[in-house]
C-alpha cells in the first residue's frame, strides 16, 4: 500500500493574538507613553524658551482710510528772506534816528499785555530778532567742541560786545514788564512772518475760505527762520477729499536781496528746524522733507504717505529705538537736554533757549538763566565734555515709528513766474504775476498706505494657550488636569508623611521600665545608697520564692500521693 506523504505547512503566527497579551499591550502602552511624554517636554521646552527671549513678529496689513490728519509741517526759510520785508522798511526810514525812534517805539509798550498785542515798529522786530538768533546760534546751532570758546567770547570778547549789550538790553525789558522768553520769542517771529505771508488758506469740496492764522514760531536763528501753521481747530480738520488741500503765499522783496535766497524748506515730520535733521542721525533722516520751493514760483505738491512702520523698543545695536510721548520728549529733545547740562556745566547757568527742557524749577536756583556769559570757561569745571554730552548723546534713540512719505513737484507747475523773474517789466505787468511771490499748493493723493506693526509673539494668554495645546496634542492633558493630578499626588504624599510621623511617635513611646520620660536617664540609680538598693533587693528576691513555692501547692496539693 502506497502512503502519500503530504508537505507539512508552517502554522501561522497570530500577531493579533500575540500583541493583544497583555504582556505585550503593557510594553506597546508604556512605549507610547514614554514617547509622547518626551515629544511634550521638547515642544513645552521650546515654547517656554521662545516665551522668555521674547520673540518678535511683525504683521503688515494695508490700511484703507476714508479722511486723513493734517499733517504737522513746518516751513522753514533763510533769514535773508525773512527779513527782507525789514530791509525794504530800513532803507525807506534810512533818514530817521535809529535809537531815537526805538526808544519811542518801545516807551509805548510798557505793560506786558501792550507788549504782547500791539504791532510793533520794525526796528524792534530787527533788533529782537539778533537777539534771539545770537542766542539760538551760540546755544543751539554751534558744535559741541565749539561752545565754551564762543560763548566765552560772547561774554567777554570786544567783537562781540554790540551782540551782548544788546542780549543785555532786551533781557531787562523783558524783566521790566513781565515778559516771558517764550512769549518774546513767539511775539517776534510772528510780528515777522505776518510782514511776508500773504496767505494761508484750507480748502476743501464744500468750504473755502480763509482762516484766521496764528504762526508758531519753531526757530529763528542766525541763518534760519521756521514757522507751522497754527489756527483755531477748524483749520486742522482731516483731510477728507484727494486734491487740493492748502496754499500758502509768502511775499518777499526780491529787490533788496543781496544774495542768493535759499529754497524754502517743507518737513512733513514737523521737525522744528532744518538743523534738527542734521543733528538727529547725522543728517540720516529726510523722509518727508521737499527743499525745492524756490524762491517766486508756484510750486504744486502731491504727498501721500506710502507706511507707517512701528517696532518695539530695544536698545540692540542696529536697532536702537524708544516711544516718546511728544512735546519736549523727543530725540532732538533729549539731545537738547544734553546740551543744557553741558552749559550748565561750562557757565554754571540754564541757557535761555533751553528754559524748557527744565526739568525741575528749582535747578533755576541753583543754575539760574544766562544773562550773560561772563564767568564760562574753557574747560566744564565739573565733568570732562566726553561725560555731558557726547556720552548723554548716547541714550538719546530714534522714535520706534517711522512715516515713510511720497512728496512729488508736479511737473505741470506753473513755470511762467520762472521766466518772468527774467523778463522785462511789460511782460510781468502783461502776465499778471508777481515775481517776488512764492506760492505752494499741496494735494493730497492716495489715503491708503502700509502699515507695519511689530509685536512680541507670545504674551501671557497665548503662552499659555500654546502650553494647553501642546499637552492636549501629545498627552490629552490639559493644565485643570495637571492641577488636578499635582493635587491628588501632593495629597498622597501628605497622607504618607503623616502615617510615618505618626509611626515614629509610636515607636518613641515604647520605653524600657528604667528610661525616665521625664528627664535624664540617670535619674533611676537609687539617690539613697547601696545598703537599700541591697535591702529591697534581698526582699525582692524572697517574694519570688515564696511566690515560686506557693505555685507548687496549688500544682501538687497532695504531696506524699505517689
Known amino acids: 500500500m502506497t502512503t502519500i506523504v503530504g508537505v507539512l505547512r508552517p502554522e501561522r503566527v ?36 521662545d516665551y522668555l527671549e521674547n520673540e518678535t513678529q511683525t504683521n503688515m496689513m494695508m490700511v484703507f482710510n476714508e479722511s486723513m490728519t493734517f499733517p504737522n509741517v513746518t516751513f522753514c526759510m533763510g533769514k535773508e528772506q525773512a527779513m527782507l520785508p525789514i530791509q525794504q522798511l530800513m532803507q525807506e526810514h534810512a533818514k530817521e534816528d535809529w535809537d531815537t525812534e526805538m526808544n519811542k517805539a518801545l516807551n509805548k509798550l510798557n505793560s506786558t499785555e501792550d507788549f504782547l498785542r500791539k504791532t510793533w515798529d520794525f526796528r524792534l522786530i530787527r533788533e529782537a530778532v539778533e537777539v534771539i538768533g545770537t542766542l539760538y546760534t551760540f546755544e543751539r546751532e554751534l558744535m ?59 480748502f476743501s469740496p464744500f468750504d473755502e475760505r480763509d482762516l484766521t492764522m496764528y504762526p508758531l514760531i519753531k526757530w529763528i536763528s542766525s541763518s534760519l527762520f521756521c514757522f507751522q501753521p497754527a489756527a483755531q ?17 509768502i511775499r518777499s522783496p526780491i529787490a533788496y536781496a543781496q544774495h542768493d535766497i535759499d529754497c524754502i524748506t517743507v518737513d512733513f515730520e514737523g521737525r522744528s528746524s532744518d538743523y534738527e535733521r542734521f543733528a538727529v542721525g547725522k543728517g540720516r533722516s529726510r523722509d518727508g522733507v ?47 537736554k544734553c546740551r543744557l547740562n553741558f552749559i550748565r556745566h561750562v557757565c554754571g547757568c540754564t541757557a535761555t533757549t533751553l528754559q524748557d527742557y527744565v526739568g525741575d524749577e528749582s535747578e533755576l536756583t541753583e543754575f539760574p538763566l544766562c544773562n550773560s556769559y561772563e564767568n ?39 513755470a511762467a513766474q520762472l521766466t518772468a523773474m527774467y523778463d522785462n517789466e511789460d511782460k510781468i505787468e502783461k502776465s499778471g504775476t508777481d515775481p517776488n511771490v512764492t506760492s505752494i499748493n499741496f494735494y493730497w493723493k492716495n489715503f491708503e498706505y502700509i502699515q507695519t506693526e511689530q509685536d512680541f509673539e507670545y504674551t501671557w494668554s497665548s503662552f499659555m494657550g500654546n502650553v494647553g495645546g501642546i499637552l492636549g496634542c501629545w498627552l490629552g492633558l490639559s493644565v485643570l488636569g495637571i492641577m488636578q493630578g499635582s493635587f491628588f499626588i501632593y495629597d498622597k504624599c501628605a497622607e504618607r508623611r503623616a502615617k510615618n510621623e505618626e509611626s515614629a511617635e509610636t515607636t518613641s513611646m515604647d520605653r524600657t521600665v528604667s528610661s525616665n520620660p521625664l528627664g535624664s536617664s540617670s535619674l533611676h540609680f ?12 534581698s526582699v525582692r528576691k524572697k517574694s519570688r520564692e515564696m511566690q515560686e513555692k506557693s505555685n507548687n501547692v496549688e500544682m501538687n496539693p497532695n504531696p506524699h500521693a505517689g
Open 14 to 49: 497570530d500577531w493579533r493574538t500575540l500583541f493583544c497579551t497583555n504582556r505585550w499591550s503593557n510594553y506597546i502602552f508604556w512605549f507610547l507613553v514614554i514617547l509622547f511624554t518626551l515629544l511634550t517636554l521638547r515642544d513645552l521646552n521650546e515654547a517656554v524658551n
Open 144 to 202: 559741541l567742541e565749539r561752545i565754551p570758546l564762543n560763548l566765552l567770547m560772547l561774554g567777554k570778547s570786544s567783537r562781540t560786545i554790540v551782540k551782548r549789550q544788546m542780549v543785555q538790553q532786551w533781557l531787562s525789558v523783558l524783566d521790566d514788564r513781565n515778559v516771558t522768553f517764550n512769549q518774546f520769542f513767539q511775539k517776534t517771529g510772528y510780528e515777522l512772518i505776518k510782514l511776508s505771508l500773504q496767505r494761508m488758506k484750507r
Open 233 to 249: 481747530e477748524e483749520f486742522f480738520a482731516p483731510i477728507d477729499h484727494q486734491g487740493k488741500f492748502l496754499n500758502i503765499q
Open 290 to 336: 521737499f527743499e525745492e520751493m524756490c524762491f517766486g514760483t508756484d510750486s504744486h505738491l502731491n504727498i501721500e504717505i506710502v507706511g507707517i512702520y512701528s517696532q518695539l523698543a530695544n536698545d540692540n545695536e542696529g536697532k536702537k529705538c524708544t516711544e516718546y510721548e511728544g512735546g519736549t520728549d523727543t530725540e532732538y529733545g533729549c539731545l537738547l
Open 376 to 414: 564760562c570757561t574753557l574747560e566744564p569745571t565739573q565733568l570732562p565734555v566726553n561725560e555731558t554730552e557726547d556720552d548723554c548723546k548716547k541714550e538719546c534713540y530714534r522714535s520706534c515709528t517711522t512715516v515713510q512719505w511720497n512728496i512729488q513737484k508736479d511737473l505741470r507747475s506753473n
Open 526 to 537: 537609687n539617690p539613697f545608697g547601696d545598703f537599700v538598693d541591697a535591702t529591697v533587693t
